[in-house]
C-alpha cells in the first residue's frame, strides 16, 4: 500500500508570492491533516478536512488555506509569502478524525519551503 | 490552553545504553497520547499509541508508560542502536475541541558509537 506523498518537496518563493502545496493520502484514508514545523516551534497544527469539509483548524492567519477533494486528495495554499513561512510542511492521512484512539495517523515526507 | 512538554530537549548516549525520554501533559479532556520517531527530512512514525486505561505499551526496543493521575508518560529505548538517532515527539488528543492535537517539541536523541 503506498504511503502518503506530498509534492514538491522542495520550494523556494519570495515575499509576497504565494504557493500551493499538493498531499496524496493513503488509499482509502478520508482525513487529511496539515502541519507546520519549525525548529523552534515544533509541529503546528494548521487544519483537518475530512470527506472534503474542513473539521479543525489551528490558530494560524487567513493567508493559509485548504480544500480536500472528492479522491480525498488535498491542498494547502498559503498567500502573501512572509519570511517567517518557512517551514516543513507535512500532511498526514487517517481513516478516520485525526486523533481517535483507533486511528493512526501517517505522515508524508513534507514539503520544505523556503521563503527569501 | 493544553500543553506538551518534553525532557530533556536532547540527548546523547553510547551505542548499547538505555534511555528514557519524559512527557508531561495538561490536555483536557485526555483521549490518547502517542510517541512518534522522526528521523531527519521525513515524516513522522508512530511508536505507540495509549488511551487513558493503557499504563504500558511495547514496540519492540521501545516501551511507553502512562501515569494518567500524574499526565505523566516515558518513552524507554533498550539496547540503543544507531538507528535510534531521531527527534521523539509526544503527542497528547483531546476528546474534543479546536486544540484536538497538542504536539511536543521533541526531544533529539544522538546514539554514538
Known amino acids: 500500500k503506498a504511503g502518503v506523498t506530498q509534492t514538491p518537496r522542495y520550494l523556494i518563493k519570495t515575499r509576497g508570492q504565494q504557493v500551493t502545496l499538493s498531499c496524496s493520502p493513503i488509499?482509502?484514508?478520508?482525513?487529511v491533516s496539515w502541519y507546520q514545523q519549525t525548529p523552534g516551534q515544533g509541529l503546528q497544527f494548521l487544519f483537518e478536512?475530512?470527506?472534503?469539509?474542513?473539521?479543525n483548524k489551528g490558530n494560524f492567519p487567513g493567508r493559509f488555506s485548504g480544500r480536500q477533494f472528492s479522491n480525498s486528495r488535498s491542498e494547502m495554499n498559503v498567500s502573501t509569502l512572509e519570511l517567517g513561512d518557512s517551514a516543513l510542511y507535512l500532511c498526514?492521512?487517517?481513516?478516520?478524525?485525526?486523533?481517535?484512539?483507533?486511528?493512526?495517523?501517517?505522515f508524508g515526507p513534507g514539503t520544505r519551503l523556503t521563503v527569501t | 490552553k493544553n500543553q506538551v512538554e518534553q525532557s530533556p530537549q536532547s540527548l546523547i548516549i553510547l551505542e548499547g545504553k538505555n534511555c528514557t525520554l519524559q512527557?508531561?501533559?495538561?490536555?483536557?479532556?485526555?483521549?490518547?497520547l502517542r510517541w512518534y520517531k522522526q528521523d531527519t527530512g521525513r515524516g513522522p512514525v508512530s511508536l505507540t499509541i495509549?488511551?487513558?486505561?493503557?499504563n504500558t505499551k511495547s514496540n519492540g526496543r521501545y516501551t511507553a508508560t502512562l501515569d494518567a493521575d500524574t499526565k505523566q508518560s516515558s518513552l524507554h529505548i533498550t539496547a540503543s542502536q544507531l538507528s535510534d538517532s531521531a527527534s521523539y515527539i509526544c503527542?497528547?488528543?483531546?476528546?474534543?475541541?479546536?486544540?484536538?492535537?497538542?504536539f511536543g517539541t521533541g526531544t533529539r536523541l544522538t546514539i554514538i558509537p
Open positions: 498526514a492521512s487517517s481513516y478516520g478524525l485525526a486523533g481517535g484512539p483507533q486511528d493512526e495517523q501517517y
Open positions: 488509499s482509502g484514508h478520508r482525513s
Open positions: 478536512y475530512f470527506s472534503e469539509t474542513q473539521r
Open positions: 512527557c508531561n501533559y495538561t490536555v483536557s479532556p485526555f483521549s490518547n
Open positions: 495509549m488511551t487513558f486505561s493503557e
Open positions: 503527542v497528547v488528543s483531546a476528546d474534543f475541541g479546536n486544540e484536538k492535537l497538542t
